[in-house]
T-cell receptor, first 112, second 112 residues
């Protein structure tokens, strides 16, 4: 089945380390997103991309960067991880003709 | 940007009763309103959505109503079952824009 895959599923890293979260999709969608989920805060948009050459900041982009390597791949990097970046991270996709998102299975990141 | 608020944050209902979750939004230009269900440890999944050209949409035991004048929309779950226990997120965007702004989520607990 076409899906959205995130790697790794879980990661523990130390403060100051660089870490990359990866997202790939087989849905053929052109639009991809990175959200972060924290208890009581819901889902907040970090970055989004409407095609390979389009990268846009969301509401909480500070401390993060992204790369859209291909239509099917969108990675999120934390250049120097800090403890308050501990969260559940979701990648999502959509196409330009429908608004519904398909979410990946999530990456649980812990920064110690 | 769009601001979406959900009430109540937690809702407990007896099995078989109805549950209603209400969301308000701030941007009158928003015209697409989806609801996502997130079961414990899983990814959010789209369960129903509505566009502003209709006032109500139903799919079996769930329905969504929209009041554009008051800028609020609600999720109605009838004949609740234990598998309805989850966190429900509402969201809003401008159709075609694809940038969903999410509420903070409602925890629904169905008591057997």
């Amino acid at each position: 089945d076409a899906d959205v895959t995130q790697t790794p599923r879980n990661r523990i890293t130390k403060t100051g380390k660089r870490i990359m979260l990866e997202c790939s999709q087989t849905k053929g969608h052109d639009r991809m997103y990175w959200y972060r989920q924290d208890p009581g805060l819901g889902l907040r948009l970090i970055y989004y991309s409407f095609d390979v050459k389009d990268i846009n900041k969301g509401e909480i982009s500070d401390g993060y960067s992204v790369s859209r390597q291909a239509q099917a791949k969108f990675s999120l990097s934390l250049e120097s991880a800090i403890p308050n970046q501990t969260a559940l991270y979701f990648c999502a996709t959509s196409d330009s003709y429908r608004d519904g998102y398909t979410f990946g299975s999530g990456t649980r990141l812990t920064v110690v | 940007g769009e601001n979406v608020e959900q009430h109540p944050s937690t809702l407990s209902v007896q099995e078989g009763d109805s549950a209603v979750i209400k969301c308000t939004y701030s941007d009158s230009a928003s015209n697409y309103f989806p609801w996502y269900k997130q079961e414990l440890g899983k990814r959010p999944q789209l369960i129903i959505d509505i566009r502003s050209n209709v006032g109500e949409k139903k799919d079996q035991r769930i329905a969504v109503t929209l009041n554009k004048t008051a800028k609020h929309f609600s999720l109605h779950i009838t004949e609740t079952q234990p598998e309805d226990s989850a966190v429900y997120f509402c969201a809003a965007s401008i159709y075609g824009n694809n940038r969903l702004a999410f509420g903070k989520g409602n925890q629904v607990v169905v008591i057997p």
